[in-house]
């Protein structure tokens, strides 16, 4: 894989999935900066964002989709892993 294609490659993630990862970001940032702890963040991730895709089912917002909630926890794990 040369460096170009790396570099590229998050455009390749679909838009949805960004949002998510940032939506992620931003619920960890903030609880992180309000001085929870780092085992209660990542059980309130993993919540929030499946409760997302619940609340987007229940209310005909949205389709649930397990891969939206995932990158909610993906983004939310990056800020967590870049404190450790």
């Known amino acids: ?3 170009n294609d790396l570099i590229r490659y998050p455009e390749k993630i679909p838009c949805d999935k960004r949002l ?3 939506v992620g970001v931003v619920f960890t940032s ?3 900066s309000l001085g929870v702890a780092l085992m209660p963040v990542f059980l309130m ?3 929030f964002g499946i409760g997302i895709e619940l609340y987007q089912k ?3 917002a949205g389709t ?3 891969f939206d909630a995932l990158a909610t926890i993906i983004g939310g794990a990056f800020v967590m892993l870049s404190l450790l």
């Open 64 to 66: 649930f989709d397990i």
């Open 1 to 3: 894989m040369k460096l």
């Open 58 to 60: 229940n209310t005909n």
């Open 30 to 32: 903030i609880l992180l």
């Open 20 to 22: 998510h990862a940032l």
């Open 45 to 47: 991730l993993i919540t």
